[in-house]
Structures are given as C-alpha cells and as structure tokens.
C-alpha cells in the first residue's frame, strides 16, 4: 500500500514539472508574438529603447533631464525613482549594509559602493596602462580609458552637435549643460548659478571663501585646482598653445578658445544677444559680464588703498598701477614721454611728433612689479 502511495506521488510530480514545462514554453511563445506588434520607442537622445511608453518618459526625465520625484522625509536627498530612494532610506537611516568586504570591516549598501571601496586598500595591485602613466584599481575603469584617451574609441554622440563621447555619462553631461542649460547647482552667497557641482564647490571655494591651495613657483599665480594650475603654467611661462587655427596663425593653449575664436573671427557666430542693446557675442559669459558692466553698472572689485570701484578685475590692475604704483608700461622711442595704455602713446606721437612715423614706434614693456600688484587686489 505504501509503495503505490510512494509511485503515486512520484507520478504526480513528474506530470506536474511537465506541465510547467508546456506552460512556460506557450508563454514564451505568446510573448514573442506579442512584440512583433509593440512599437519599440527609442530615446533621441541614447541608444535606450523600451516598448512602454511611460518607461520612455521616466527614463528622460530621470537620465537626460535629471528630474528628482522622489523625496526623503528624513533629509534633502532627493532622487527620480522609488528604488535608489529605497536604497538611500536603509543606508542612511537604517544602517542597512547588504554588501560586505570578506578581508575588512567595510559593508555597503550597493555592490558598486563596494567595488569602489576596495580602492582605498593596498593589498591590491593596480592596473597600469601601456601608453602612458595612467593606473587605476578596478579593469573596467581601465578599458574605458583607453578606448577614450589612446584609441579614440567615442561611441555616443550628440544628435544637436558633433560633440562624441566615450561614455554614457558624458554625453548626458553635455546635453544638460550645453543644449538644455540646465543649471541646478546655486550658490547660497549669490546668483551665481552652474550645471556642475564641482563648478559650484569651485566657486565657493574661491570667490566667497578665497581659497586657492595651488601656488605657481613662478609668479603669485593662485588657482583652486591644480589642473587650473598645470593649464596656467603652460600657457603663460612655457608657451606652449598645441590649438592651432587653419585659417590664420592664431595657436591657443585650450581647445574652446580656439573654437571661441573661430566663432568671433572667421565664422561671426555671436548666438548670445542683449536685450539692452545691440551687443552680440559668442559666449554666456562675456554677455553676463557686459549686462553687469554697462546696464546694471555692477562693480564689484574693490581698491584697498582709495575709494575707486571697478567692474571688471583687469580694470582694478590698471588703476593700481596708474594711480598707486605709477606703473607706465609703454615708452615712446623718440622722447622721453611715457605712459600706460597705447592709445595715449598713439595719441602723443600724432601730436607732438609726427603721425607719418607712427609705424617705426613699437611699444616697450616695462616689467611689472607683480607681487607690489597682488598685494592691493
């Protein structure tokens, strides 16, 4: 009796993991013919692709456009889905960690935290590149390297511009900055407003905090990062400018100064207009400087030693040089006359001596006395 209870038993589990089978292989089936008749919508701006139109939105809204729906009640975090709010809850609030490092104390929440982690120990051995100096932990980081530094490998690209990026994350960095000026990033001590964090943390470190840990050995040259520095040595002690324009002999040492020039000069591309005027340019940043100067006579640089205000910090230089110093940086050839701007030099030769000779005249530069200049400012 109890053996036909056991074969029994033993049948019915058989028909069962049979009938599962068959089940399983007709929804697969009814799946596929299913999708022959779903449109696939794709993203116009990445290479996603989905079948569900509100999977569409929300990943525009939360990837291209960075749209954060989602809120922490316990803290500022904000994010665009209800699973990394889920995440950042037990991590931050709870003290959740899923994830742990077998050799050390270290948990984490998510397994990207902890292969990040695994950086910061010795005991492994970095990764070194064949084409240069570059060295990193983790294989992957190294693969992207390459492709985008040696071999130029630049897959996603920009469907507004020409721009071509090696990652994701970039060209997603792109579009929000250079198409949609999406600037999210404020600064609590002014209207200053950025796309990029760092920009901000940039400008608050050197703007409202002054600070600049980085000092040029030649001169009192400061910056906030040392990159600002490397660029600045490169350009004004060394010389050395690798941008070079086909159209004349301009050479510049950063590759959107040259492209700034090419706008202004060969092509006159001057996109940004005043609503005040008819002043045109070809950067944000020279009509924001201009509406401050001209119209709203902003003058925020500030003489130490006089009362004098300026809009602009070359301004500021040239008066503590004329007034305080008496710096005159431009000397004429035939008298002793000195003075420093060229049009006052100009100026001297047409009147006193004569115009027609205004072609053998080249200015000589009295060196500066930079440190006496930095001191003031």
């Given at each position: ?26 929804v ?24 569900n ?20 009640d ?28 077998s ?25 070194k590149?064949?084409f ?45 900055n250079v198409?949609?000026?999406i ?39 400061r ?43 060969h ?11 008819d ?37 500021l ?5 004329i ?55």
């Amino acid at each position: 009796m109890m053996n036909k209870k056991l074969k029994y038993l033993k049948n019915g589990r058989k028909i069962l993991t049979m009938n599962l089978l068959r089940l399983t292989r007709t929804v697969g089936r009814m799946r596929q013919k299913c999708d022959i008749f779903l449109d696939i919508l794709k993203c116009d701006q990445c290479d996603y692709q989905t079948t569900n139109k509100k999977n569409l939105k929300y990943h525009i809204d939360s990837v291209h456009l960075d749209i954060k729906i989602c809120k922490c009640d316990q803290c500022d975090f904000q994010t665009s889905g209800n699973e990394s709010l889920t995440c950042h809850i037990k991590s931050a609030h709870q003290g959740i960690k899923r994830f742990k490092r077998s050799k050390h104390d270290f948990q984490a929440n998510q397994t990207k935290h902890l292969e990040k982690h695994t950086d910061v120990h010795p005991d492994k051995e970095k990764l070194k590149c064949n084409f240069c100096d570059y060295q990193v932990n983790r294989k992957n980081d190294l693969e992207k390297h390459i492709e985008g530094v040696h071999l130029g490998i630049k897959n996603h690209k920009c469907s507004h511009c020409d721009y071509q990026a090696n990652q994701k994350g970039d060209l997603t960095r792109h579009i929000n900055n250079v198409h949609l000026k999406i600037k999210k990033y404020s600064c609590t001590h002014c209207d200053y407003k950025t796309t990029e964090k760092s920009r901000l943390e940039n400008h608050v470190r050197s703007l409202h905090l002054g600070i600049k840990d980085h000092q040029c050995t030649h001169c009192d040259y400061r910056a906030v990062q040392k990159k600002y520095l490397e660029k600045h040595i490169e350009s004004v002690h060394l010389g050395i400018k690798n941008f070079k324009c086909n159209e004349c002999d301009y050479r510049a040492n950063r590759k959107y100064a040259l492209k700034t020039h090419i706008k202004c000069v060969h092509i006159r591309i001057r996109n940004y207009a005043c609503t005040e005027c008819d002043y045109r340019t070809t950067q944000e940043g020279y009509l924001e400087r201009h509406i401050n100067c001209v119209h709203l006579r902003l003058k925020k640089y500030k003489c130490n030693l006089c009362d004098y205000c300026a809009a602009q910090k070359f301004q500021l230089k040239r008066h503590i040089e004329i007034t305080h110093l008496g710096t005159r940086n431009y000397n004429c050839n035939y008298c002793d006359y000195q003075t420093n701007e060229k049009r006052n030099l100009k100026r001297h030769i047409h009147s006193i001596h004569d115009g027609s000779k205004i072609i053998n005249v080249s200015s000589v530069i009295i060196e500066r006395n930079k440190s006496g200049i930095s001191n003031f400012i």
